[in-house]
């Protein structure tokens, strides 16, 4: 595996993990069973799949249709609300926070990021970047043709209410995984 170093994937997987995500590294022509393994091992029967040119090259959906997942690739709305898990690809991760970066137009891949319960995060090596900063100047390079949709996922969603006690879930997934995937 070529396309990150060990360093930055244990940097960012360390970081990841520290607010309760997850983080898997696998290649392409892995992943689809990466995939489909972490479904079974969970129990996951179906999820909502944002399926990009990457994730259908790699053969997602027919590995996890094969694993017995019921899959939806469309009317995500419909399906988000009760399909337990989510994937798509993301568009670039932050080794120094452990988080992913996601861009779009289309209302699908955003709507799978924080409907699902169980939310994975499918994210190609060479898009990880060492710091925040980093990330801000390759979306500077963008300029005016930014997508109109820009988030950080960093872990399962968390928040406190004015007494402060924490509570997972509530504005997003109760689980969130990033599978690094080496784009070798």
Known sequence: MSNITDEKYERFKTNLEAVNGKCERTTKAELGKKIADLFVAQGLKDTCVNETPFLKEAGVVDALKAAGVEVYTDHIRLHGETAKGGITEMAGGIAELGTMMQLS??????LVA??????????PASTIVDSYNDM?????????????????????????????????????????TCIIVEDA
């Open 136 to 176: 801000f100047d390759k979306l500077d390079a963008f300029g005016k043709d930014i997508p109109g949709y820009v988030g950080f996922i960093t872990g399962p969603s968390r928040t406190a209410d004015i007494e402060c006690v924490g509570t997972v879930g509530v504005h997003g997934p109760l689980r969130a």
């Open 105 to 110: 137009e289309a209302v699908n891949g955003r």
């Open 114 to 123: 924080i409907m699902s319960e169980d939310f994975f995060g499918v994210l």
